[in-house]
């Protein structure tokens, strides 16, 4: 069985971490069982043994992962025999890019849904989050959303080479998703789950693919809480 820590708010079934969501979509992608266990930031010690302090944290015997690349990179190599996360050598080094331009929508997302985030967790981690936050910004968590508003056309019109590679195929990965989707995805469920800010259109080809994500895997990510 493999045990997965997954970043929770005030609700432990509100799981909201874009790199979680990533690794929970491969493993399902795997056809693999996985007990996800709710994780605040203050459990810092839950999590010792993988010799750092952030999720997602696999679980696997003896061995604890963390970072979603490298437990996605564990995921493939250990169930060989399952449904491929990348699609062979070259699919993993393009995976790769798909991965780090995740990276950077997040950093983009995080300005539109930092308040929202603040308002969704446990009293036990709201110090700690505003005040890291706010240090990381130079900003309070207000005054960093303050302009959302203002920002969101540019943030749509950046995901533009996004769009029009969905306009030609279903999934990043072709006719069925693979991991370069679940990088990209995990960005937008977190956004769901944690914001009712709407980031992206609803005829958005980037939209309707997040909707048959949403429903991927007997709509794993759907049933998790969240907006419309």
């Known amino acids: 069985m493999l045990k997965l820590f997954d970043l929770a708010g005030a609700q ?10 990533r690794v929970r979509m491969a493993i399902a992608h795997k056809g693999l069982d996985v007990e996800t266990i709710a994780w605040r930031f203050g459990d810092k010690d839950v999590i010792a043994p993988s010799g750092q302090g952030k ?17 996605a990179r564990y995921l493939e190599d250990t169930f060989s025999d399952r449904p491929t996360l990348f699609g062979g050598h070259e699919g993993l080094a393009l995976s790769k890019l798909y991965s780090n331009f995740g990276d950077v929508i997040s950093g983009q997302v995080v300005r539109f849904v930092l308040l929202d985030i603040y308002n969704h967790l446990h009293e036990t981690d709201r110090a700690y989050f505003r005040e890291s936050r706010e240090q990381r910004f130079s900003a309070t ?32 990965g072709g006719e069925t998703p693979l991991y370069a989707d679940y990088a990209i995805f995990g960005v937008f469920q977190w956004a769901r789950c944690i914001s009712p800010f709407q980031l992206l259109e609803k005829d958005d080809p980037i939209a309707l693919w997040r909707d048959r ?11 998790a809480p969240g907006y419309d």
């Open 12 to 21: 432990s079934d509100r799981r909201f971490s874009p790199y979680c969501w």
């Open 55 to 71: 999720v997602p944290v696999l679980v696997h015997g003896d061995k604890w992962l963390h970072e979603s690349w490298d437990i």
């Open 141 to 172: 968590l207000e005054q960093v959303v303050a302009d959302r508003d203002q920002k969101l056309q540019s943030f749509r019109d950046s995901l533009h080479p996004l769009r029009m590679t969905l306009r030609t195929q279903p999934y990043f």
């Open 213 to 223: 994500l949403l429903q991927a895997f007997n709509g794993l990510a759907a049933s």
